[in-house]
């Protein structure tokens, strides 16, 4: 039995369908947030997720957020008939890359208006080399944090996240879920999800320790056919000075060579978390694009 239901039925995104469409993921060249196996599992409930398959070369998924649904796709454009039931039930088409822009240019001359740029959930985009070094005026601050985490807690270790040190990851999530005002409208779910998922060895992590307590962990995956490392949470206990700052310059130096980017995801229009990303001076974005429902 297939476990992707075939258009016009949608199913729900269960972990076997996000396992059986790995390898289309990994092949999206332009290396989005979203459209990794990570990032799908771990918010399916958050965006309320389905999956249908269009055909042997197209996927379509549906999703909800901020009470509006949206759909996007992974490979050919759709018939014109096919999107139209779409933005029957949708209020938009999201997650439309540049590459997707450029390589189905034609086919966007059928719309009333362009697509337009989603600047809230622009993807920040850093290079390995520039978090594993902090060099440069620009991040002398990040680095003289980094110094100073290591002159405070010089009995600090570094670990990978497993079945073993998850436990100990769970505890630096509850002890950060305190300190939030509004814990539905973080990625705290998300995180937990991402903690109980069996095959958690595989993904690239960090856990790190001082003083002999767990203080900060960090988990990606790598994407755009593994020239860039997507940063899905970073967490870190906010009394042990530094630790966020370090775990992010330690993350860095553990990844390969061949890994070329670290995508540290979007903003989603908060300011604190702008001006946070945009402090470590980002080398560029992984735009995006959506088209609302009057385009068509």
Same mark, same amino acid.
């Given at each position: 039995?297939?476990? =992707?239901?075939?258009?016009?039925?949608?199913?729900?995104?269960?972990?076997?369908?996000?396992?059986? =469409?790995?390898?289309?993921?990994?092949?999206?060249?332009?290396?989005?947030?979203?459209?990794?196996?990570?990032?799908?599992?771990?918010?399916?409930?958050?965006?309320?997720?389905?999956?249908?398959?269009?055909?042997?070369?197209?996927?379509?998924?549906?999703?909800?957020?901020?009470?509006?649904?949206?759909? +996007?796709?992974?490979?050919?454009?759709?018939?014109?008939?096919?999107?139209?039931?779409?933005? /029957?039930?949708?209020?938009?088409?999201?997650? =439309?890359?540049?590459?997707?822009?450029?390589?189905?240019?034609?086919? +966007?001359?059928?719309?009333?208006?362009?697509?337009?740029?989603?600047?809230?959930?622009?993807?920040?985009?850093?290079?390995?080399?520039?978090?594993?070094?902090?060099?440069?005026?620009?991040?002398?601050?990040?680095?003289?944090?980094?110094?100073? +985490?290591?002159? /405070?807690?010089?009995?600090?270790?570094?670990?990978?996240?497993?079945?073993?040190?998850?436990?100990?990851?769970?505890?630096?999530?509850?002890?950060?879920?305190?300190?939030?005002?509004?814990?539905?409208?973080? $990625?705290?779910?998300?995180?937990?999800?991402?903690?109980?998922?069996?095959?958690?060895?595989?993904?690239?992590?960090?856990?790190?320790?001082?003083?002999?307590?767990?203080?900060?962990?960090?988990?990606?995956?790598?994407?755009?056919?593994?020239?860039?490392?997507?940063?899905?949470?970073?967490?870190?206990?906010?009394?042990?000075?530094?630790?966020?700052?370090? =775990?992010?310059?330690? +993350?860095?130096?553990?990844?390969?060579?061949?890994?070329?980017?670290?995508?540290?995801?979007?903003?989603?229009? $908060?300011?604190?978390?702008?001006?946070?990303?945009?402090?470590?001076?980002?080398?560029?974005?992984?735009?995006?694009?959506?088209?609302?429902?009057?385009?068509?």
């Amino acid at each position: 039995m297939d476990v =992707i239901a075939r258009y016009p039925e949608f199913s729900p995104l269960s972990l076997e369908a996000v396992q059986a =469409i790995k390898a289309d993921l990994q092949q999206q060249k332009d290396g989005m947030s979203e459209l990794t196996f990570g990032s799908l599992y771990f918010f399916r409930n958050t965006y309320k997720y389905k999956i249908s398959r269009f055909n042997e070369r197209t996927l379509i998924f549906l999703g909800e957020e901020q009470k509006k649904a949206f759909f +996007f796709i992974i490979g050919d454009p759709l018939p014109l008939a096919t999107l139209k039931e779409l933005y /029957n039930d949708c209020a938009y088409w999201k997650l =439309i890359s540049e590459s997707y822009l450029t390589d189905n240019a034609a086919f +966007f001359q059928n719309f009333k208006e362009p697509p337009t740029e989603d600047r809230d959930n622009f993807d920040y985009l850093y290079t390995r080399l520039s978090l594993s070094t902090l060099s440069g005026k620009q991040l002398h601050k990040k680095k003289n944090h980094v110094n100073g +985490f290591l002159s /405070n807690y010089p009995d600090f270790t570094l670990k990978k996240l497993d079945t073993d040190t998850k436990k100990d990851a769970s505890k630096i999530l509850d002890i950060w879920a305190t300190e939030q005002t509004n814990l539905q409208e973080t $990625d705290y779910e998300a995180a937990q999800q991402a903690l109980a998922l069996p095959q958690i060895a595989d993904f690239l992590s960090l856990i790190l320790y001082a003083q002999g307590m767990p203080v900060a962990w960090c988990l990606a995956e790598l994407a755009a056919q593994g020239a860039t490392a997507v940063v899905h949470f970073e967490k870190a206990r906010t009394d042990f000075r530094g630790s966020y700052q370090y =775990i992010n310059y330690a +993350f860095a130096q553990s990844l390969p060579e061949h890994v070329v980017y670290i995508n540290r995801e979007q903003d989603l229009g $908060d300011e604190g978390l702008r001006h946070a990303k945009m402090s470590y001076k980002p080398e560029g974005f992984v735009k995006k694009y959506r088209l609302d429902k009057g385009a068509l």
